[in-house]
């Protein structure tokens, strides 16, 4: 006669093993009274002894106290999306937020009495730690009223290692903090500064550009670079969630509104050696240069 019972041998000793085993393949009615005995007397004596037995789920050869070989689930109200599961002091785990990144090391070089970095902002995060949502639908961008980042053509692998990230202003203005621990978000009056420094709006551009034309299209006019700002034409999204002018232009957002509501952004081209000062809508995708504090 088949055993139709299964059972666990993975925190049993061989000498309850094979009581269980009597205990299934015997009909109940023909065991004795002394058989259902020696059955309990050894499952008691092995029950000290249980705590040194490895217990797997998934798995019949365990290799841990708990060895789960597949996936896990838990769900005790505090659950949730990108939580990470961590515990106290007295081992007692539960979902928490993740941390917030470590500070990282930003490059920067002196201007005029001001430190830029010398690389567009790169952050997925604001300061204290919260996700930037990250949108590639043109339509979902055009609706924004609120933070987000893409890649220009939404192409990380293309573009994010030289031009970072391109930000609407919503991001650059939430009271979380885009900038760096350390950093800000330039006024217009700090790029106003700056473009004085060098000689003024029409000829800043040229000290402020990467030279040659690995990034920017021919004949990239005036570009020395003797700021080491190293300016790259990372383009823009536009309101609609389109994108364009990689290579032929860089646009910067400034922290700082005009009276009608939109915002001051500085631009480099590769017509010539101007910044250019324009005001936009704060559905604008553009770069973002922050200034130490």
């Known amino acids: 006669m088949s055993n139709p019972y299964t059972y666990s041998t993975l925190t049993m000793s061989a000498c309850w093993q094979v009581k269980i085993k009597m205990l299934f393949q015997t009909k109940v009615n023909a065991m004795t009274i002394k058989n259902i005995s020696l059955i309990i007397l050894c499952v008691i004596m092995e029950m000290p002894f249980a705590g040194s037995q490895n217990v797997g789920i998934g798995t019949s050869t365990p290799s841990a106290k708990l060895h789960v070989n597949g996936t896990l689930k838990v769900v005790d109200g505090t659950q949730g999306a990108g939580k990470i599961l961590t515990s ?27 430190s830029w ?9 604001y300061r204290n730690g919260d996700p930037i949502p990250k949108v590639t639908d043109a339509a979902t961008w055009a609706g924004l009223t609120t933070g987000a980042y893409c890649y220009y053509n939404n192409d990380s692998t293309t573009y994010a290692a030289t031009y970072g990230k391109l930000y609407n202003w919503y991001a650059v203005n939430d009271s979380r903090g885009l900038a760096p ?24 551009g040229g000290p402020l550009k990467e030279v040659g034309t690995t990034h920017w299209t021919s004949p990239n006019n005036g570009a020395t670079n003797l700021s080491g700002f190293t300016g790259l034409p990372g383009g823009s999204r536009s309101v609609g969630g389109t994108f364009t002018d990689v290579g032929l232009f860089g646009y910067w957002w400034t922290a700082t509104e005009d009276a ?25 995708g553009y770069s973002v240069r922050c200034v130490k504090d």
Not at 89 to 114: F, H
Not at 117 to 125: E, I, S
């Open 260 to 284: 009608a509501g939109q915002v001051w952004f500085r631009g480099l081209v590769y017509l010539n050696d101007d910044v250019d000062k324009y005001n936009v809508n704060k559905r604008y």
């Open 88 to 114: 106290d002091t007295a081992g007692l785990a539960s979902w928490q937020p993740p941390p917030p990144d470590p500070p990282a090391y930003y490059q920067s070089v002196g201007i005029c009495c001001q």
């Open 181 to 204: 621990e350390g950093w800000h978000i330039p006024t217009d009056f700090e790029w106003t500064t700056l473009s004085n420094c060098l000689g003024g709006d029409l000829v800043a």
């Open 117 to 125: 970095m010398v690389k567009n902002l790169q952050v997925t995060t």
